[in-house]
């Protein structure tokens, strides 16, 4: 196990799986596949210094939407109405934010400030800053599941506890050395981390075995839905692409004929019902998922 077995083109994708082996038989699953209707298309208006790094969403639909944008220091928070959003207010940072990831069932947020030695907490229902910890500096990508929270640095994913407890570290196997993790998501099916790079996806277990790898051509998002499927937003092709749990492209989700303009950040709200595109000029378009 951790051996590439196979190189595959597609769509001048390159594509890496590394054949698993299971210590039981798995029940084959019936594969449900999400369609997409766009409900809402606003674009932020709120500054000209507008680089939006990443979004996440409340149980209650809340939108926040991190501005990585030098010296602005922002995280924005906008709730839905029928055909627009509304904006609600804006927190300050004492950096610049990047990632931000939602404790599922709660009213925490934790955010990831790559240029100080820490992340920060955030309370969702009152809107005020929480606790901070200490992770290093270079943190981006971040997402949580349960208790746990997983930052991605440079070489290595953290995996730690909302109380500060470290767990491990996760070295990665990447041959991008000196690019930083910009996106990461935990599927819940079968307990991988899928992470984003400049330039490439990669798909790794707990111990950091490598499942697979995808070349992509530049900046992208990630998002995972409840089939294990992937979902890689290509900024330089305008497109949201889907991909099965083991790595291979299924299908391209939504194009520049949808509305889509260089995506970068995209997530699911928790129940799974609306999709959410956003791009570094502040375009957020949400879409209700079937």
């Known amino acids: ?9 597609t ?12 210590a ?23 500054s000209n210094k507008l680089e ?20 602005v220091h922002k995280i ?3 709730k839905p109405s029928v055909q627009s959003l509304i904006y609600k207010t804006a927190l300050s940072l004492p950096s610049n934010p990047y990632g931000i990831s939602i404790f599922k069932g709660t009213d925490k947020a934790v955010v990831t400030l790559p240029f100080e030695f820490y992340i920060q907490f955030i309370d969702t229902k009152s809107l005020k800053l929480d606790k901070t910890i200490e992770v290093g500096r270079n943190c981006f990508g971040i997402t949580t599941s349960g208790d746990y929270i997983a930052v991605g640095k440079l070489r290595e994913i953290r995996i730690l506890k909302q109380n500060g407890e470290h767990i491990r570290n996760i070295a990665l196997a990447d041959l991008l050395k000196y690019k930083c993790v910009s996106s990461l998501q935990y599927d819940q099916n079968n307990g991988s981390i899928i992470y984003m790079k400049t330039g490439q996806m990669n798909c790794i277990e707990s111990d950091g075995t490598v499942s697979y790898q995808y070349d992509v051509s530049g900046k992208a998002g990630l998002a995972v839905d409840t089939q294990g499927h992937v979902y890689l937003s290509e900024q330089n092709k305008s497109e949201i692409q889907r991909f099965l749990p083991d ?19 995209i ?5 799974f019902t609306k999709f959410y595109v956003t791009n570094h000029e502040g375009l957020v378009q949400i879409y209700n998922c079937n």
């Open 267 to 271: 997530a699911f709200n928790e129940s």
């Open 247 to 265: 790595g291979r492209l299924r299908d391209v989700v939504l194009t520049e004929k949808d509305g889509i303009k260089k995506p970068f950040a």
């Open 11 to 22: 769509c001048d994708v390159l594509y890496s799986p590394v054949k698993l082996q299971q």
């Open 1 to 9: 196990m951790g051996s590439i077995s196979e190189v595959k083109k």
């Open 24 to 46: 039981q038989a798995q029940p084959e699953r019936v594969e449900s596949i999400l369609t997409f209707k766009k409900e809402i298309t606003n674009r932020l208006l709120l």
């Open 52 to 71: 939006i790094s990443d979004i996440a969403v409340t149980a209650d639909n809340t939108l926040f939407l991190c501005n990585t944008q030098t010296g």
């Open 76 to 78: 924005y928070v906008y």
